[in-house]
């Protein structure tokens, strides 16, 4: 069934009290009516309504920009806020993060809105019949909550509240803070080093976290969070820097032949205020190139576009380079740009896919013969420089190879399984 806007009655009971009784009664007592009625309505302003709810809170990093309101059937109707990308009619909601306050024990049905997104001008939808959410009491700790699409493009969400407190969330989320924490944990570690590299439109640092030797004879790079409801990177790329940390005999190996670049949260604006796929400025950071990034509308591009050059310059060109991404149905996507040496890259590429399905739990494969995605970060970093470079989409809805939909120690566990698969990419008899 689908949910359509309702009608609401916003005439309230005090309201209605108020338009003609008031009109008969002698002046001396309109001032204590009204008294009565002030009173009346500050003392009910944080009882729940016919829902049972009470509030819904967005005063936290990575929560999602909304408004909502309740319908006369008690349906919570939360209408999300598009990104909208610059100089085109493409909008993007695909990210949802908020608390929901309601009275202990209350059953409250959620209906989210504005999920008719445009891409390359045609509508379609970050929807479907496989969309989950997740809920948790605390934010940390996170479970599936059943969710239905609607027949006009919604998503129907079906909450019990135990605690007064439940926070429904997209993908288990990754937030500034997490990645604070995990750069806090590293960065004395002697095998790590962080540099920052520039700033986002609104001034956060922008690093490249580097976990290995710089003389190591391979290089790897990796950037997550392009766009920023794909929590899943973040936590892929958690899982792998745990991994190589590790005090034992394979970290040794793997960092004894590769080392990592990473830049962990490309667009950290739009994760802190819970957006879904632009920077502030309206532009895709996993667009554009093709060509030199513009530094006015996205410096995020530009800084990384620096560094590399830098890198190549010194001699530190990365020999692999993936863009780690969401979406839901997850694939290896291969770009074939008209470079010299495609079959060469292609031959790579398929040695790194049988490798990932090897050391990690991913099966979807790669995309078919003749595909191509212009302007992408795997596109372009391997027609303008020549580097092995991929977009790696993992499914947010279901993991395949475990059966099981995925939570961030899933991610953390692919990352994980990265670093074998590096070492054997790397292998002398591999080059």
């Given at each position: 069934?689908?949910?359509?806007?309702?009608?609401?009655?916003?005439v309230s009971v005090e309201s209605r009290m108020v338009q003609r009784p008031l009109?008969?009664?002698?002046?001396?007592?309109?001032?204590?009516?009204?008294?009565?009625?002030?009173?009346?309505?500050?003392?009910?302003?944080?009882?729940?309504?016919?829902?049972?709810?009470?509030?819904?809170?967005?005063?936290?990093?990575?929560?999602?920009?909304?408004?909502?309101?309740?319908?006369?059937?008690?349906?919570?109707?939360?209408?999300?806020?598009?990104?909208?990308?610059?100089?085109?009619?493409?909008?993007?909601?695909?990210?949802?993060?908020?608390?929901?306050?309601?009275?202990?024990?209350?059953?409250?049905?959620?209906?989210?809105?504005?999920?008719?997104?445009?891409?390359?001008?045609?509508?379609?939808?970050?929807?479907?019949?496989?969309?989950?959410?997740?809920?948790?009491?605390?934010?940390?700790?996170?479970?599936?909550?059943?969710?239905?699409?609607?027949?006009?493009?919604?998503?129907?969400?079906?909450?019990?509240?135990?605690?007064?407190?439940?926070?429904?969330?997209?993908?288990?989320?990754?937030?500034?803070?997490?990645?604070?924490?995990?750069?806090?944990?590293?960065?004395?570690?002697?095998?790590?080093?962080?540099?920052?590299?520039?700033?986002?439109?609104?001034?956060?640092?922008?690093?490249?976290?580097?976990?290995?030797?710089?003389?190591?004879?391979?290089?790897?790079?990796?950037?997550?969070?392009?766009?920023?409801?794909?929590?899943?990177?973040?936590?892929?790329?958690?899982?792998?820097?745990?991994?190589?940390?590790?005090?034992?005999?394979?970290?040794?190996?793997?960092?004894?032949?590769?080392?990592?670049?990473?830049?962990?949260?490309a667009n950290k604006d739009g994760v802190a205020r819970g957006m879904t796929r632009?920077?502030?400025?309206?532009?895709?950071?996993?667009?554009?190139?093709?060509?030199?990034?513009?530094?006015?509308?996205?410096?995020?591009?530009?800084?990384?576009?620096?560094?590399?050059?830098?890198?190549?310059?010194?001699?530190?060109?990365?020999?692999?380079?993936?863009?780690?991404?969401?979406?839901?149905?997850?694939?290896?996507?291969?770009?074939?740009?008209?470079?010299?040496?495609?079959?060469?890259?292609?031959?790579?590429?398929?040695?790194?896919?049988?490798?990932?399905?090897?050391?990690?739990?991913?099966?979807?494969?790669?995309?078919?013969?003749?595909?191509?995605?212009?302007?992408?970060?795997?596109?372009?970093?391997?027609?303008?420089?020549?580097?092995?470079?991929?977009?790696?989409?993992?499914?947010?809805?279901?993991?395949?190879?475990?059966?099981?939909?995925?939570?961030?120690?899933?991610?953390?566990?692919?990352?994980?399984?990265?670093?074998?698969?590096?070492?054997?990419?790397?292998?002398?008899?591999?080059?």
């Amino acid at each position: 069934m689908g949910y359509r806007k309702a009608n609401f009655d916003l005439v309230s009971v005090e309201s209605r009290m108020v338009q003609r009784p008031l009109l008969s009664l002698p002046l001396a007592a309109v001032p204590v009516i009204l008294a009565i009625l002030w009173l009346a309505g500050f003392a009910h302003a944080g009882a729940a309504g016919p829902s049972g709810l009470i509030y819904i809170n967005t005063s936290f990093e990575n929560a999602s920009p909304l408004y909502w309101e309740t319908d006369a059937a008690g349906l919570v109707h939360v209408y999300l806020v598009y990104d909208q990308e610059r100089a085109s009619p493409n909008r993007a909601n695909g990210h949802w993060f908020f608390e929901v306050q309601a009275a202990p024990n209350t059953q409250c049905t959620l209906v989210l809105h504005n999920l008719d997104n445009v891409w390359n001008g045609k509508r379609g939808s970050p929807i479907s019949n496989r969309t989950i959410c997740y809920v948790s009491e605390d934010a940390r700790t996170w479970r599936l909550a059943p969710a239905q699409k609607t027949d006009d493009n919604c998503l129907k969400v079906e909450l019990v509240i135990v605690s007064g407190s439940l926070y429904v969330a997209r993908m288990e989320p990754y937030r500034l803070s997490d990645l604070e924490a995990l750069e806090k944990r590293i960065h004395d570690d002697r095998r790590v080093r962080i540099a920052t590299i520039g700033k986002t439109v609104q001034g956060r640092e922008l690093e490249v976290i580097r976990v290995g030797y710089p003389n190591a004879s391979c290089r790897v790079f990796l950037r997550a969070r392009a766009h920023p409801w794909e929590a899943g990177g973040n936590w892929v790329v958690e899982g792998l820097v745990e991994r190589l940390l590790r005090a034992d005999a394979d970290a040794e190996r793997y960092l004894g032949r590769y080392c990592v670049y990473i830049m962990p949260m490309a667009n950290k604006d739009g994760v802190a205020r819970g957006m879904t796929r632009f920077n502030l400025r309206g532009k895709d950071l996993n667009r554009d190139w093709d060509k030199p990034a513009d530094p006015a509308l996205a410096p995020e591009n530009a800084a990384l576009e620096a560094w590399l050059e830098e890198s190549i310059r010194a001699g530190h060109k990365p020999d692999l380079a993936l863009d780690l991404h969401n979406d839901g149905g997850g694939r290896l996507h291969l770009s074939r740009p008209p470079v010299a040496d495609l079959d060469r890259h292609l031959e790579k590429m398929r040695s790194f896919e049988a490798l990932l399905r090897r050391h990690t739990w991913f099966t979807e494969g790669s995309t078919q013969p003749g595909f191509r995605n212009s302007g992408t970060l795997g596109d372009g970093w391997l027609e303008r420089y020549g580097i092995d470079a991929a977009v790696l989409e993992l499914n947010c809805n279901w993991i395949a190879g475990l059966k099981e939909a995925p939570l961030g120690r899933h991610w953390e566990t692919f990352g994980a399984g990265l670093a074998r698969v590096f070492f054997d990419y790397f292998a002398p008899s591999a080059r």
